[in-house]
């Protein structure tokens, strides 16, 4: 069994525009997702977990861009293919939502062992493609923020 914390963060990558940016992963091609990532340690600030994840899986800094805590967590049942990575028992995680607005596309760098392609979307087809039902939720709430 892993030791991996099950306290994660989910980053929305979008433009002022409505493009959504999503990631294709490594060890599951086809599964579409934001930046994702667990905290390093229990008393890592979310905030923290979060810039951390976006350099390491897109290259981008987010002292550059404004990150936005959207306050906002969800809970979930970790896939059973993915459970050996935490401690035995463990089968939930919780997911703190954040958005990382950026005035227009930006170039993307990735994480080859993580993620093999990246794309920009519209919110609706990046929803779409979404594999998890968490992550869709989350894109699908930039359109609310772009109202405003």
């Excluded at 290259?59 to 459970?83: M, T």
């Excluded at 794309?119 to 109202?147: G, M, P, Q």
Aim: glycine share 4%.
């Amino acid at each position: 069994m892993g030791n991996k914390i099950p306290i994660s963060v989910l980053v929305v990558i979008y433009t002022r525009h409505g493009e959504v940016l999503l990631l294709n992963r490594a060890d599951h091609p086809g599964y579409w997702q934001s930046v994702t990532g667990s905290c390093d340690h229990l008393d890592e600030p979310l905030e923290q977990t979060a810039c951390r994840e976006v350099k390491e899986e897109t290259g981008l800094d987010c002292q550059r861009f404004e990150l936005q805590n959207w306050h906002w967590q969800q809970v979930y049942e970790i896939y059973p293919h993915w459970r050996f990575r935490y401690p035995e028992g463990v089968i939930h995680n919780t997911e703190h939502v954040f958005g990382l607005c950026l005035p227009e596309r930006q170039s993307i760098q990735l994480a080859e062992r993580e993620h093999i392609d990246f794309v920009w979307l519209s919110i609706d087809e990046a929803a779409h493609r979404c594999f998890s039902e968490t992550n869709r939720a989350a894109v699908l709430r930039v359109k609310e923020l772009l109202k405003n």
